[in-house]
């Protein structure tokens, strides 16, 4: 591959092109922008060109400053990594005698996006995605993108991309004034010379972002917007300092102008560049990108085949969201249901996620109305004749699963891929009474599946790596983040989660408050506590799965009546209004005190309070004794294999447990925690509370040796793999 470079070629028109190459997305870093800089000021000085225009090679402008050098920063501890860059946009590029305009394909995001704003005027092609994402990294845009975007496109649009971090389309960039030509990628370079020459010529207005005020407003009006900016982010973002950073720079260039602005966001990003925040988002960020690489998998140059018809069986809760993320990716879908009352609910709730989707803005009418053509309900296997995938999501029933997947090896066709929503039962187990091993595969949706981004891929040694691409394929085009698993019981994240929700029942049967509980989870950075996720997940699974993890993993697990005494009370969680909270239409779960008799006769049946009372704990140990043992049994999934990577399981908590982002994922985590000081907290709980706080041997290993929890295991121990 050839290397990173800047060029350059002049025109007989008189307007040089420069030119960015450095694949995949064109990144820009330091040595990037010396290229342009030297690029510019040699066409400054030459008298055949009259104008220039700044492209990206390869259908893309840049997705952004390389993110690879904010980890070298913090290595080093250099954070003055964006200095350089800056007065490069500012001064040879907003200050140039010669106009520039940006030929913006595909995508101009972050210091892209940047790049292409510090340029007299922009030009794009059809539905590029621009955006300032750099929130979702811990970072604040550093190359003058606080000051650049309020100036071209007014404050409030501006506050919300930045703090959204969400991109919009070239059309919508059009409307508001970011860009101020669309052409095809065809006609692209050849419009941007004309703006260039135009601009050049005078014909055509030569602006200087910086010095422009006409879209700021007035002071008190700009105060207004800043001021309900910082409310909502106090409260969307709480734990995250890089919000109110931002809204600090654009402040400063608002009240004492652009340059000022441009100062204080330099002062601002030197700073967010080496927080912990930064290091965890940045982590994540390329963890993500991580799980696509799969040894043996997408290395041996397999091609993915076409997933065009999907059946789905089973129309309840995960049935009827996994249809709905298909269709909305334009997958023709087969509903299966064992009776027309049961597949009308099925179809209903489908139109429902549908409905809810557009009444929130996130889809448009008629996407719904073409997704839902996409659709058939049916009740028998006729229609599976012609299908590549069926995905079966009945309930957590073994036989039931059993005859299933022996009448899908019937009735489907021999190419077609079996797979199971199940979130627990062994996989070997469910495909025991078929001859088709190497075509069954585990597709585990989180709930709700039309919204949550992760699909755990769960394969047994029998998956064929062909049917582990094609469902990895079908994961990305229905927009979800697809992590190849081995096979155990709960799989990597509900195997490594399940100590989470049965801490907080362990903890409560020793005398915590479940509300405490909650709060401090959420203080921590989870959306809501175990207890009110109970609730909303409604306690049939609790019920479904509890005997499954008893007996998978005896001795370390903890249960209690305390479901069954909620149901046996009327109770079943937010479905019917009344759970450990009520709930009520339109306002807030309120904590139901009635709750409390009911909590304290299954403490009486669980008698797990050491010496029959309730034990003390400060606010950071409740965090702790919840956290800690879902690290433990995450070193279990590490050490027998079940993750190709500790970041996997990273990727994992945070979207499909919502663990906080901002801490990098359950293992990143605890590395900052340090694994010497989990392994001796879970040590003494486990003298004073019992065998559910054992450390494993992995944790204990590694803490004795000092090596962090997450990193590569030695070959040695490589053979429990079961990927
Ligand atoms: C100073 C500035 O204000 C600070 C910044 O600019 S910070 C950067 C802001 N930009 C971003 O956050 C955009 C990040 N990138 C993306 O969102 C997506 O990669 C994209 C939309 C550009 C492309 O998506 P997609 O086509 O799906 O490709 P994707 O798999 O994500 O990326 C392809 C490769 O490019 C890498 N990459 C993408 N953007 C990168 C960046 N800004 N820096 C370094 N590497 C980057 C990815 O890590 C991946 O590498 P790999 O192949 O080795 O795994």
């Not at 595969?441 to 769960?458: C, K, N, R, T």
Request: charged share 20%; aromatic share 6%; net charge positive.
């Amino acid at each position: 591959m050839a290397k990173p470079a800047v060029t350059m070629e002049v025109g007989n028109d008189g307007v040089a092109i420069i030119s960015i190459y450095n694949p995949p997305v064109n990144s820009i870093s330091y040595p990037i922008l010396a290229g342009i800089k030297e690029k510019f000021d040699e066409a400054v000085k030459r008298d055949d060109v009259k104008a220039l225009v700044v492209f990206g090679k390869g259908g893309k402008f840049s997705g952004g400053f390389d993110i690879n050098v904010f980890g070298k920063a913090r290595q080093t501890g250099d954070n003055s990594v964006l200095l350089k860059p800056i007065d490069i946009l500012v001064n040879t590029i907003g200050d140039s005698k010669k106009p520039a305009v940006a030929a913006i394909g595909g995508l101009a995001l972050g210091g892209g996006l940047e790049l292409a704003m510090a340029c007299h005027a922009r030009v794009a092609v059809p539905k590029a995605q621009l955006g300032l994402p750099e929130l979702t990294l811990g970072i604040i845009p550093g190359l003058g993108g606080t000051q650049h975007l309020p100036r071209l496109i007014g404050l409030p649009k501006a506050i919300e991309m930045m703090l959204s971090s969400k991109s919009i389309l070239s059309e919508e960039g059009k409307s508001l004034g970011l860009i101020d030509e669309i052409a095809t990628s065809n006609e692209l370079l050849n419009v941007s010379r004309l703006w260039a020459l135009d601009i050049a010529a005078r014909c055509k207005p030569w602006l200087h972002t910086l010095h422009r005020t006409d879209k700021i407003g007035s002071f008190s009006e700009a105060r207004k917007v800043l001021e309900m900016a910082r409310q909502q982010a106090k409260k969307v973002a709480p734990n995250m300092p890089q919000h109110q950073a931002c809204l600090d720079a654009i402040e400063d260039g608002v009240i004492h102008g652009a340059y000022s602005g441009l100062l204080k966001e330099a002062t601002v990003s030197k700073e967010l560049v080496m927080s912990d925040t930064s290091k965890a988002l940045v982590h994540i960020f390329f963890a993500q990108r991580a799980t696509s690489k799969v040894p043996n998998v997408t290395d041996i140059g397999l091609k993915p085949r076409p997933v065009k018809k999907v059946a789905v069986i089973g129309g309840g809760l995960m049935g009827s969201g996994i249809a709905t993320a298909l269709i909305l990716s334009n997958t023709y879908v087969v509903l299966k249901e064992i009776n027309s009352e049961y597949l009308q609910k099925g179809i209903k709730a489908i139109e429902e996620n549908l409905r809810g989707l557009v009444s929130r803005k996130k889809l448009a009418a008629d996407k719904a109305e073409k997704a839902l053509s996409m659709l058939k309900g049916v009740l028998d296997y006729v229609e599976f004749k012609d299908v590549d995938m069926v995905i079966e999501a009945v309930i957590e029933n073994i036989s039931l699963k059993q005859s299933i997947f022996s009448d899908i090896e019937k009735a489907c066709p021999p190419h077609c891929i079996l797979a199971t929503n199940t979130s627990t039962i062994d996989l070997n187990v469910i495909g025991e009474r078929t001859s088709s091993q190497d075509r069954i595969v585990g597709a585990h949706f989180f709930s709700p599946a039309h919204v949550m981004p992760l699909l755990e891929i769960v394969r047994t040694e029998k998956t064929s790596a062909q049917v582990i691409l094609d469902l990895m394929t079908v994961g990305k085009i229905i927009k979800k983040v697809p992590i190849v698993v081995g096979n155990c019981t709960g799989f990597a994240v509900n195997r490594a989660f399940f100590p989470y929700g049965q801490g907080a029942h362990y903890l409560l049967h020793m005398g915590v408050d479940p509300f405490r509980i909650d709060r401090l989870i959420c203080k921590f950075g989870l959306p809501m506590g175990p207890f009110q996720l109970q609730d909303v997940a409604g306690y049939g699974v609790a019920v479904a799965v509890r005997k499954i993890y008893g007996s998978a993993f005896p001795g370390r697990t903890f249960d209690s009546s305390l479901v069954d005494l909620l149901i046996k009370n009327g109770r079943q969680g937010k479905s019917n209004g009344k759970g450990y909270y009520v709930y009520e239409k339109g306002s807030k779960p309120q904590p139901d005190p009635s709750v409390l008799p009911i909590i304290e006769e299954s403490r009486k049946l669980a008698n797990v309070m050491p010496g029959g009372k309730p034990i003390s704990v400060s606010d950071k140990e409740v965090v702790e004794m919840i956290f800690f043992p879902v690290v433990n049994e995450s070193c279990r999934v590490l050490d027998e294999g079940i993750v190709i990577r500790a970041s996997d399981l990273d990727v994992a908590s945070v979207l499909g447990m919502s663990f906080p982002s901002y801490r990098g994922g359950i293992l990143f985590w605890a590395d900052t925690v340090g694994a010497d000081y989990i392994y001796k907290s879970l040590k003494k709980w486990s003298e004073l509370y019992g065998n559910f706080y054992k450390p494993s041997e992995y944790l204990e290993q590694r803490a004795t040796r000092g090596i962090p929890l997450s990193a590569p295991k030695s070959t040695d121990s490589g053979s429990k793999s079961r990927l």
